[in-house]
């Protein structure tokens, strides 16, 4: 079996050299050798000018001689949930889902990230007694890292 280890240095090498803001989301190897990599970008999205190169890295430095593997390397889509602080970072400022452990799911606009804990803006109308107009309501939530079961990214097309 080929060693995470060493998959790890390979792409963390190319990395470096890139030198551009991409991160590792993922890395799986698996027994019979498939190997999968989801990478990120602190700043914008991974091109497939990243994904080959890191693929091309992590292929030509290995012997399929030796032993044999699959490989994909991708980016880690929309459609799947936040996996790494650096993704919490990176998506401060855009409206998020969270499902919590407990089962309780709230939307609102993520204001702040820590290792520890991310919180929610979330807004809504609330009459206030004595008044004709609803008034807007903001709270804040502040969720630790260990409550939450999923973070996923609200997509807009507004």
Do not use: W
Not at 2 to 29: C, H, P, Q, Y
């Amino acid at each position: 079996m080929i060693s995470k280890t060493r998959i790890t240095e390979l792409i963390d090498e190319r990395i470096a050299e890139l030198d551009n803001g991409l991160f590792v989301v993922s890395l799986t190897v698996s027994p019979s050798n498939v190997i999968v990599v989801e990478l990120d970008k602190h700043e914008g999205g991974v091109s497939v000018k990243d994904c080959m190169s890191v693929s091309r890295n992590i292929e030509h430095n290995l012997d399929r001689e030796e032993e044999d593997f699959e490989l994909s390397v991708t980016s880690a889509g929309l459609d799947k949930g936040l996996r790494v602080f650096a993704q919490y970072k990176k998506n401060i400022g855009r409206e998020v889902d969270v499902k919590l452990e407990d089962g309780t799911a709230i939307t609102g606009l993520m204001i702040d990230a820590t290792p520890e804990q991310i919180t929610l803006q979330t807004e809504r109308k609330e009459r206030i007694e004595g008044k004709k107009k609803k008034e807007t309501i903001v709270e804040d939530h502040v969720f630790a890292m260990d409550q939450i079961k999923e973070t996923k990214i609200v997509i807009s097309f507004k």
